[in-house]
């Protein structure tokens, strides 16, 4: 199928389909006699697994570093990214558990950002705060 089809097949746009190509996540496509993308069913499945991973907070980057392993979560059913219990430095572990490091990062800095919002608008000033600014 062309390029338009198989992004509509897999949920996203001509243009993602192009850069997942160039950045290395999907194989380059066959290209018909007059030059145009052509792209088979296991490719739409392909970027319906990179969607989903890149919806669950991984990034491009995360994805490029194991590209090798993304048809295992492409069969059906998947299998695991780990080969045979395997969840050393070549499987997605590695990078699920920085990705989370990161989530946890960023939450505790907007935990300390909404904490410090609440004392700013409260009756009082913090030590670290000036008066209360009006809001009303």
Request: charged share 30%; with cysteine; hydrophobic share 40%.
């Amino acid at each position: 199928m062309r390029i338009g089809d198989a992004a509509a097949a897999a949920g996203t746009t001509p243009r993602a389909l192009r850069f997942y190509e160039q950045r290395g996540l999907l194989p380059p496509a066959d290209r018909s006699v007059s030059g145009q993308r052509e792209y088979g069913p296991e490719a739409v499945t392909r970027v319906r697994v990179i969607r989903a991973l890149l919806a669950l907070g991984l990034t491009v980057d995360d994805l490029a570093s194991r590209t090798h392993r993304l048809d295992l979560l492409a069969e059906d059913p998947p299998r695991s990214c780990a080969s045979d219990g395997d969840f050393g430095p070549d499987t997605f572990a590695p990078v699920v558990e920085r990705r989370l490091a990161a989530l946890d990062a960023e939450i505790a800095r907007l935990t300390r950002l909404r904490e410090a919002l609440a004392r700013h608008t409260g009756t009082e000033a913090g030590p670290d705060l000036p008066a209360r600014p009006s809001f009303g």
